[in-house]
């Protein structure tokens, strides 16, 4: 069965500084991978996606994404973080013939001014 | 263009009451999903469809839960009788089509509250 472990429920950075909020999936076959992130009261807004092709993914806002597959890791990164970064990031997993996006259980992004 | 909407954004109901939600994808989206987020965990599908048919409604609960999207375009999902633990954010996404690699583009949601 596919699965997303977000093992951080927190994260805190300065400002500035970079971040990772971590992931690790599993899936049969190869995983299309997903990141979201959701500010307050509003849906879930798409951040970038790993399909095929360059390891490392980069994104909207200045967000960028690992995929290690012998990890099975699809960590999110920026390299200086701003305030209005924090916010709520979920990963999420999809097989080659699921339909369904499996989603972790999310981070709390917190960065400080 | 405009985004995926839903209405209502907020709504209480008691349990046993029935309560339903409607969503409008973005124009020329074929596939409609329907999401349940419980605070603190991340979104679970409920009921995936692709134009007017049904693609994968294994997690949906159908002794109370059941979900229509006639003419392929706007859809509503129903609650009849509602329980506490129905007490989530009800969110609507849609994209392109259901091939495993096109992102999805989410509402914002409604949040129901079963007191």
């Known amino acids: 069965a596919q699965s997303v472990a977000q093992p951080e429920d927190q994260v805190n950075v300065a400002e500035g500084n970079p971040l990772t909020v971590k992931c690790t999936y599993s899936v049969s076959g190869n995983p299309y991978l997903f990141w979201y992130v959701q500010y307050p009261n509003r849906g879930l807004q798409f951040l970038l996606k790993?399909?095929?092709?360059?390891?490392l993914v980069k994104g909207s806002y200045g967000f960028e994404a690992e995929f290690n597959k012998s990890q099975t890791s699809f960590h999110l990164k920026k390299p200086s973080a701003l305030v209005s970064d924090s916010a709520l990031y979920f990963c999420?997993?999809?097989?080659?013939?699921?339909?369904?996006?499996?989603f972790g259980k999310g981070t709390t992004l917190s960065v400080s001014s | 263009e405009a985004g995926v909407a839903q209405s209502p954004r907020y709504k209480i109901i008691e349990k046993r009451q029935s309560v339903a939600f409607w969503c409008n994808p973005i124009s020329g989206h074929a596939t409609l999903y329907w999401y349940q987020q419980i605070l603190g965990q991340g979104p679970k599908l409920l009921i995936q469809f692709q134009n007017n048919g049904v693609v994968d409604d294994s997690q949906l609960p159908k002794d109370r839960f059941s979900a229509e999207r006639l003419k392929g375009v706007d859809s509503t999902l129903k609650i009849q009788p509602a329980k506490l633990e129905d007490s989530a954010v009800y969110l609507c996404?849609?994209?392109?089509?259901?091939?495993?690699?096109?992102?999805?583009?989410f509402g914002p949601g409604t949040r129901l509250t079963v007191t």
């Open positions: 790993y399909i095929t092709g360059d390891n």
């Open positions: 996404a849609s994209s392109l089509t259901g091939v495993f690699d096109y992102e999805q583009y």
């Open positions: 999420a997993v999809r097989d080659q013939a699921g339909t369904a996006l499996i």
